[in-house]
T-cell receptor, first 112, second 114 residues
Framework: GAGVSQSPSNKVTEKGKDVELRCDPISGHTALYWYRQSLGQGLEFLIYFQGNSAPDKSGLPSDRFSAERTGGSVSTLTIQRTQQEDSAVYLC??????????FGPGTRLTVL | AQSVTQPDIHITVSEGASLELRCNYSYGATPYLFWYVQSPGQGLQLLLKYFSGDTLVQGIKGIEAEFKRSQSSFNLRKPSVHWSDAAEYFCAVAWLDSNYQLIWGAGTKLIIKP
């Protein structure tokens, strides 16, 4: 597609529920990143996929967070048993090189 | 440890005035430097980047940034701001020996006075 797309754009959930956030990267981009942006904060790295290599999960804040990337394209970030502190904007980015990243519009997650 | 600092949380500038946003990083190795902008409700957009060569980099929207190794800085400048420049600006840095993972500053929110 023309850019990185993310869905849903907004998600409101109750504490303890699981949520899935989707990212469609730019076609042909081999690298995909997930970030979290809390109110008034910079970007917090969560996870990085590069081609068929094992993902870099070093930024995942707890074992409630996981992500998959199927067929080297679409990625899903799953948060299990959501907590109020998980409320944030979740941003996805893709890149063809390892440095210049193109961002999606984000998913705003609100945990009540 | 690698870190990126944007010392100004907010900056208020009159329309037509010049702008400088500061970015400093801490780590000795050669950095790869980026400025991104995030407008309200929009995704992050790359303004400019520095990998090597001329330390004065030109970006989109009349913006430039200068890499100063001696000061570990990559400050962004614009000679004359427009109301449409109001946004949040993020500096990000990557290092070869950290697998090119971007480290982000906390952002500077630019407010334009009419």
């Amino acid at each position: 597609g023309a850019g990185v797309s993310q869905s849903p754009s907004n998600k409101v959930t109750e504490k303890g529920k699981d949520v899935e956030l989707r990212c469609d990267p730019i076609s042909g981009h081999t690298a995909l990143y997930w970030y979290r942006q809390s109110l008034g904060q910079g970007l917090e790295f969560l996870i990085y996929f590069q081609g068929n290599s094992a993902p870099d999960k070093s930024g995942l804040p707890s074992d409630r967070f996981s992500a998959e990337r199927t067929g080297g394209s679409v990625s899903t970030l799953t948060i299990q048993r959501t907590q109020q502190e998980d409320s944030a904007v979740y941003l996805c980015a893709s890149s063809q090189t390892r440095n210049e990243q193109f961002f999606g519009p984000g998913t705003r997650l609100t945990v009540l | 440890a690698q870190s990126v600092t944007q010392p100004d949380i907010h900056i208020t500038v009159s329309e037509g005035a010049s702008l400088e946003l500061r970015c400093n990083y801490s780590y000795g190795a050669t950095p790869y430097l980026f400025w991104y902008v995030q407008s309200p409700g929009q995704g992050l957009q790359l303004l400019l980047k520095y990998f090597s060569g001329d330390t004065l980099v030109q970006g989109i929207k009349g913006i430039e940034a200068e890499f100063k190794r001696s000061q570990s800085s990559f400050n962004l400048r614009k000679p004359s701001v427009h109301w449409s420049d109001a946004a949040e600006y993020f500096c990000a840095v990557a290092w070869l020996d950290s697998n090119y993972q971007l480290i982000w500053g906390a952002g500077t929110k630019l407010i334009i006075k009419p």
